[in-house]
């Protein structure tokens, strides 16, 4: 009997310990499909289809995607970069006449924009959509010309040229020493446009150019992959003549 009994308890406990651990206490009870007002949740918003790079250029929405990206910002903002779009605005024809002149000469003390503001430097922008008027995103370029005299005697140079001139006779800006791009631009062109892309224009003269939300393009060159559709001028000195 002796031996017996602690075989008895043994299996005793195990047996109790096994009824503790049974789970049966809240057995699991299927409940119906939910038959009441459906939850009102908006629908997964769709999210924008960004345009490839085209080689190694940069189409303007892609370029700043990349820039307003914590992953993808330094790619675009490291270094020079390109970027590939068409001319769809340019400040050029609705600088004021005062300032449409050779180099040597200062602007008038009261020449202004037409709003009053001091005389912007001449801009471009460029956009993955040719349309002038349409509603895409539009990256500034800057840094061709740092004023419209120099624009002048650029325009003066190459409008008798027909192919591009050499390195040695090609103008050359008087402040940023950088030769505007020939032909001299205008809107309606397909360009590839290299330079330092970011928040800040990186010539600045007077005050700080910045644009946080698209960026600018600090000109070191373009390429035309589409030519001008019309020559270069200045509409305003046309219109003085008639």
């Not at 995607?65 to 068409?86: A, D, R």
């Not at 020493?177 to 309606?188: D, E, N, W």
């Not at 330092?196 to 939300?213: L, M, T």
């Amino acid at each position: 009997m002796n031996k017996v009994v602690p075989l008895v308890l043994v299996a005793s406990t195990g047996f109790a310990l096994a009824l503790g651990c049974s789970g049966n206490d809240d057995p699991y009870k299927p409940q119906p499909a939910w038959s009441g007002r459906k939850a009102n949740v908006p629908a997964v918003p769709a999210l924008p289809t960004l345009p490839a790079k085209q080689g190694d250029a940069y189409p303007v929405a892609l370029a700043i995607h990349h820039m307003n990206s914590v992953l993808h910002s330094p790619e675009v903002t490291s270094k020079e970069i390109t970027l590939i779009g068409y001319i769809v605005d340019s400040n050029i024809p609705r600088a004021p006449l005062c300032a449409i002149h050779k180099t040597g000469k200062a602007d008038p003390e009261d020449c202004k924009w037409s709003d009053g503001k001091p005389i912007q430097i001449p801009t471009l922008w460029i956009a993955d959509d040719k349309d002038p008027n349409g509603k895409g995103p539009r990256i500034r370029v800057m840094g061709f010309a740092s004023n419209y005299a120099n624009l002048f005697d650029a325009n003066e140079k190459y409008k008798s040229l027909k192919e591009p001139p050499a390195e040695k006779d090609q103008y050359k800006d008087e402040l940023w020493a950088v030769p505007p791009p020939f032909p001299l631009p205008t809107v309606g062109a397909k360009v590839k446009v290299t330079g330092k892309y970011g928040v800040n224009f990186q010539r600045a003269s007077a005050g700080i150019e910045a644009d946080p939300q698209n960026g600018i393009m600090t000109y070191s060159k373009i390429e035309y992959v589409e030519p001008p559709p019309t020559p270069f001028s200045f509409p305003q000195l046309d219109n003085k003549k008639k």
